[in-house]
């Protein structure tokens, strides 16, 4: 497998001082009651948050409809700094049921279990629920089933007409409605459930969220379904696909095509494949979203311990990092601001490590890799990786465009410049599209009359956020006109004064 190269780099560098005010790498953040007061999501935003994400397995829309107020009161704090808002998706589950006397028991290594799908059944040491009907047609012998998030392993020795038996692999202790992995199985069950339907007619087109991020998608066909629930009126909502288990995995392809971006879900996905094989799927999934110039966000665990200390562990840092140098858009925090005791640190150190790491990224070699497996380019993406090259040719500070629907942008970024690409919108949605996006940084205007007068604009921006300074050199991409400027067909170099 290809990986990257990394930018030679001495112990000057290690031990020295760190610009992190030109980081590249996207942060998207849970919202939970750790965080979710209007002070602390200011903090968080200046912190380096892109995305705030609403969890839809947790709450009611009562809950994340006083969260989403907060939010955007932060928001009107920070007007510089566009955050986007994502809808994270329940999705399709599987539970065991209710115990007897609601009591946890003790199950023992090498011990059958019978596990029914009579969902009224309350359970014993010997029998318990499952709430998926199809379970005995979804396994066989000798296939996994893994409860309350793998930590208590089982193995099918038996398949009946309405349950299955199971041999315990561990001593555990079970509680009531733990999920339940099904590890190579097809689920008969769909991805887009009754649940959430309404939660993205309800909530998300009622309050206008800018990203759904589509829990255990399994085929593109999942993706036209969110889009036929949304409709019209959602048609600027982009979707994220959530890579969960095998199925997500053997049709990745159909689902990178029919998605507006992907996210390697690693917490269900280790559960489906063998853990020592999840950094493969990763760097795998990752390499195939950026070639088709789509975002892409690695999720779960990747700060766990900072949930109860003020500091990662080293192996989580290095996740991190190694996250970034295999070319993700974006890293995500879950617990660790939802429900952690230092939200705040959590995003200020995930800051720091990703901007160490893209110091180390080799932006030059990974162009030229992407360049020579290339196939024919149109006229868009050709300039777009024309911008990329002159700016490593003139070591040119930033480079700026112009775009209504995000696409010029996402094409300059799949080509990782290491400079900041400026992007000049007129449209909300697309801004909060592109904070997504390795490298983007998004400026709103009321049209785009004046271009002379705007590349000023973004010039001077851009100095305010001390991304460029007096004397560099700044590319600019113009061209395509007021109606449709993703259309441009010109570079142009300009000296910043």
Request: proline content about 4%; hydrophobic content about 40%; aromatic content about 6%.
């Amino acid at each position: 497998m290809q990986t990257t190269s990394f930018q030679s780099f001495d112990l000057q560098q290690i031990l020295g001082e760190t610009d992190y005010t030109k980081r590249a790498t996207k942060i998207v953040c849970t919202i939970g009651p750790s965080c979710w007061d209007v002070e602390k999501i200011v903090q968080m935003i200046d912190a380096g948050m892109s995305v705030a994400r609403l969890n839809f397995s947790h709450g009611d829309h009562k809950l994340h409809g006083e969260t989403l107020q907060r939010l955007r009161e932060a928001f009107k704090l920070r007007k510089d700094k566009p955050v986007a808002v994502a809808l994270d998706t329940k999705g399709p589950e599987i539970r065991t049921g209710n115990l007897v006397e609601h009591k946890s028991i003790k199950l023992a290594r090498g011990q059958k279990l019978e596990i029914t799908t009579d969902y009224t059944f309350e359970g014993t040491v010997e029998k318990i629920a499952c709430s998926y009907p199809s379970l005995p047609k979804s396994v066989k012998v000798g296939s996994q089933v893994l409860i309350a998030d793998g930590t208590i392993v089982t193995i099918v020795d038996q398949v009946l007409e309405k349950s299955i038996i199971v041999t315990v692999q561990n001593d555990a202790s079970l509680g009531e409605k733990k999920n339940m992995s099904l590890p190579g199985a097809i689920i008969d069950l769909p991805t887009v459930t009754e649940k959430d339907e309404i939660d993205l007619v309800e909530f998300g087109l009622k309050h206008n969220v800018d990203i759904i991020f589509l829990s255990f998608t399994r085929k593109a066909q999942d993706i036209e379904d969110v889009r036929d629930v949304l409709g019209p009126k959602g048609s600027g909502i982009k979707i994220i696909s959530k890579i969960e288990n095998q199925e997500g995995l053997n049709n990745y392809d159909d689902i990178l095509k029919a998605s507006d971006g992907i996210m390697v879900a690693r917490g269900d996905l280790g559960m489906e494949i063998p853990p020592q094989k999840v950094f493969q799927a990763q760097k795998w999934m990752i390499k195939k979203a950026v070639e088709a110039g789509k975002p892409v966000i690695t999720a779960t665990q990747m700060m766990e311990s900072i949930i109860t200390n003020p500091r990662p562990t080293r192996a989580e840092a290095s996740d991190v990092a190694n996250a970034v140098l295999d070319g993700t858009d974006c890293v995500m925090l879950s617990g660790e601001t939802a429900n952690g005791a230092f939200p705040v640190i959590a995003v200020e150190t995930m800051a720091k490590i990703c901007s160490e790491a893209e110091l180390c990224y080799d932006y030059e070699q990974s162009f030229w890799s992407r360049i020579r497996n290339r196939g024919l380019l149109d006229e868009k993406e050709a300039l777009a990786a024309s911008s990329v090259q002159m700016s490593f040719e003139i070591r040119a500070s930033a480079i700026i465009c112009f775009t209504l629907s995000g696409e010029i942008a996402r094409l300059i970024s799949k080509y990782r410049p290491r400079v900041p690409v400026i992007a000049i919108s007129t449209e909300d949605k697309t801004i909060k599209g592109l904070n997504m996006s390795s490298g983007v940084t998004c400026l709103r205007v009321p049209s785009f009359q004046g271009v002379d007068t705007l590349v000023e604009y973004a010039i001077k921006s851009a100095k305010e956020r001390g991304l460029v300074k007096v004397g560099e050199k700044a590319i600019v991409l113009l061209g395509g006109g007021e109606e449709n400027p993703d259309e441009s067909n010109i570079l142009k170099i300009k000296s910043i004064n």
